[in-house]
């Protein structure tokens, strides 16, 4: 048969026009085409995975993700949160422990994240795999820490006395229960109760940790507490029996020093 092309099993190929097989290409790439779209459109709406919360936990030190994960070790069985619904900072706070540590970001030259106090203690170490190990109350080897799963983030100090003068009355307490009975508190510079109780509980934490019978000494015997507002960066320093706290108002709890801060500054030597 002249113009066909007998194949096996009675198949038979016909001469087609031209324009007949561009339509067909033209059929077969538009098929093609919405294929991969719709591939492309059903993964764009697959859930986040499981890993999704660690990523934004981790990935940028600015962001403001308003999530928090909580970890345990198994070195002291300790359990602890972190926090990045807060720019710049990252929040920790152990579990049984008050105190609310603001870190920040440092880089290694691999790429891991160091997360310090603001005396400079590394206290946790983030490594681009996403490990966790946990320095500060486990000692300067470390110990690793895994995802326990979300947590409440840490809201901003609010807890207090109603006044300021309240506020005062219930901190020399703590003092006198950590045996400083006959300090003195003062507060200056018009600042608000909520942050003078948290500067003043950090500072009873800090002298609480001092040596046994450091503070008896005549240069570091402590007799006034003055909490005042600071220009631009939390400070704390010892001189002349008097500790004084510099807080910046509005910074939450980057805007106080730490019990490590405290207990450095009475620990310099001046």
């Given at each position: 048969?002249?113009?066909?092309?007998?194949?096996?099993?009675?198949?038979?190929?016909?001469?087609?026009?031209k324009?007949?097989?561009?339509?067909?290409?033209?059929?077969?790439?538009?098929?093609?085409?919405?294929?991969?779209?719709?591939?492309?459109?059903?993964?764009?709406?697959?859930p986040?995975?499981?890993?999704?919360?660690?990523?934004?936990?981790?990935?940028d030190?600015?962001?403001?993700?308003?999530?928090?994960?909580?970890?345990?070790?198994?070195?002291?069985?300790?359990?602890?949160?972190?926090?990045?619904?807060?720019?710049?900072?990252?929040?920790?706070?152990f579990?049984?422990?008050?105190?609310?540590?603001?870190?920040?970001?440092?880089?290694?030259?691999?790429?891991?994240?160091?997360?310090?106090?603001?005396?400079?203690?590394?206290?946790?170490?983030?490594?681009?795999?996403?490990?966790?190990?946990?320095?500060?109350?486990?000692?300067?080897?470390?110990?690793?820490?895994?995802?326990?799963?979300?947590?409440?983030?840490?809201?901003?100090?609010?807890?207090?006395?109603?006044?300021?003068?309240?506020?005062v009355?219930?901190?020399?307490?703590?003092?006198?229960?950590?045996?400083?009975?006959?300090?003195?508190?003062?507060?200056?510079?018009?600042?608000?109760?909520?942050?003078?109780?948290?500067?003043?509980?950090r500072?009873?934490?800090?002298?609480?940790?001092?040596?046994?019978?450091?503070?008896?000494?005549?240069?570091?015997?402590?007799?006034?507490?003055?909490?005042?507002?600071?220009?631009?960066?939390?400070?704390?320093?010892?001189?002349?029996?008097?500790?004084?706290?510099?807080?910046?108002?509005?910074?939450?709890?980057?805007?106080?020093?730490?019990?490590?801060?405290?207990?450095?500054?009475?620990?310099?030597?001046?």
């Open positions: 048969m002249r113009g066909e092309h007998l194949f096996p099993f009675g198949f038979k190929f016909l001469p087609q026009p324009f007949v097989l561009a339509v067909s290409l033209y059929v077969v790439c538009l098929a093609l085409s919405l294929c991969w779209m719709g591939t492309a459109t059903a993964q764009s709406q697959l986040a995975t499981s890993s999704g919360a660690f990523d934004n936990m981790f990935g030190i600015d962001a403001a993700a308003p999530q928090a994960i909580s970890f345990s070790s198994e070195a002291r069985n300790m359990r602890f949160v972190l926090d990045r619904s807060q720019p710049r900072v990252v929040l920790l706070r579990d049984g422990d008050p105190e609310i540590w603001a870190l920040t970001s440092h880089w290694g030259p691999r790429g891991d994240e160091f997360l310090r106090n603001d005396v400079g203690e590394v206290m946790v170490r983030i490594t681009t795999l996403g490990g966790v190990t946990l320095f500060g109350p486990v000692g300067a080897n470390g110990a690793p820490a895994s995802v326990s799963g979300k947590a409440r983030t840490l809201s901003t100090p609010t807890r207090s006395e109603n006044t300021l003068q309240a506020t009355e219930r901190a020399i307490t703590w003092f006198g229960g950590i045996g400083h009975r006959s300090i003195r508190i003062e507060a200056a510079g018009g600042l608000a109760p909520p942050l003078v109780h948290e500067a003043l509980r500072a009873a934490q800090g002298i609480s940790r001092a040596p046994r019978g450091f503070l008896g000494q005549p240069k570091k015997r402590i007799r006034l507490i003055r909490v005042e507002r600071a220009a631009r960066r939390p400070n704390v320093s010892l001189d002349r029996n008097v500790l004084t706290i510099g807080v910046v108002p509005g910074a939450g709890y980057a805007g106080r020093p730490s019990s490590a801060a405290v207990l450095a500054a009475i620990k310099r030597d001046k």
